[in-house]
T-cell receptor, first 110, second 121 residues
Framework: SQQGEEDPQALSIQEGENATMNCSYKTSINNLQWYRQNSGRGLVHLILIRSNEREKHSGRLRVTLDTSKKSSSLLITASRAADTASYFC??????????FGAGTRLFVKA | DTEVTQTPKHLVMGMTNKKSLKCEQH?????MYWYKQKAKKPPELMFVYSYEKLSINESVPSRFSPECPNSSLLNLHLHALQPEDSALYLCASSTPSGIAGAPFHSTDTQYFGPGTRLTVL
């Protein structure tokens, strides 16, 4: 596995706005996952996108994957205060070893 | 049951103490993980168990001793820790379940427990 790099490091938006965060990685992957972590708690898996997929939706989440650019984005539409959390991407090249990037800290103001 | 449980939620220990963290899952997962997370940092992998055997040890100091007594349980034994070991310790588990010894081709979804907040005085 390898580490993803998230961008931006921090994001502050108003409730109802959309939030977009990006993840870049260095080598070919089997899949890429996004996780959310509320303050001081465990991580929650949000979505997995495989290398042969370009876009995936889950509720208000939309994930895209561009393997030619080695990048992925996570879009949260119509954000809510409860979306305030840190978001981590985890690109995976196979095996068990998952290395999380530094994460994007999202703050949604009510 | 899609839950990973961890006990205790909080632990305060002195540098001479011996304590253990416990993690349990009943999802039939055969891979289990320990992560360490410092404040405002991502989780860092410590150990991975696959079919109750230690698969990965990320050069963790010997004062941390993992144990996987069965497919549902994962322990982390702590001894002679340092204040810098204070952190949130997260346990996770993942698929696939089933055929013993089958090769794992990629990491599937990891299910995380809520963590144990450890403070070393």
């Amino acid at each position: 596995s390898q580490q993803g790099e998230e961008d931006p490091q921090a994001l502050s938006i108003q409730e109802g706005e959309n939030a977009t965060m990006n993840c870049s990685y260095k080598t070919s992957i089997n899949n890429l996952q996004w996780y959310r972590q509320n303050s001081g708690r465990g991580l929650v898996h949000l979505i997995l996108i495989r290398s042969n997929e370009r876009e995936k939706h889950s509720g208000r989440l939309r994930v895209t994957l561009d393997t030619s650019k080695k990048s992925s984005s996570l879009l949260i539409t119509a954000s809510r205060a409860a979306d305030t959390a840190s978001y981590f991407c985890a690109p995976n090249t196979g095996g068990f070893k998952t290395i999380f990037g530094a994460g994007t800290r999202l703050f949604v103001k009510a | 049951d899609t839950e990973v449980t961890q006990t205790p939620k909080h632990l305060v220990m002195g540098m001479t103490n011996k304590k253990s963290l416990k993690c349990e899952q009943h999802m039939g997962h055969r891979a289990m993980y320990w992560y360490k997370q410092k404040a405002k940092k991502p989780p860092e992998l410590m150990f991975v168990y696959s079919y109750e055997k230690l698969s990965i040890n990320e050069s963790v100091p010997s004062r941390f001793s993992p144990e996987c007594p069965n497919s549902s349980l994962l322990n982390l034994h702590l001894h002679a820790l340092q204040p810098e070991d204070s952190a949130l310790y997260l346990c996770a588990s993942s698929t696939p379940s089933g055929i013993a010894g089958a090769p794992f081709h990629s990491t599937d979804t990891q299910y995380f427990g809520p963590g144990t907040r450890l403070t070393v005085l």
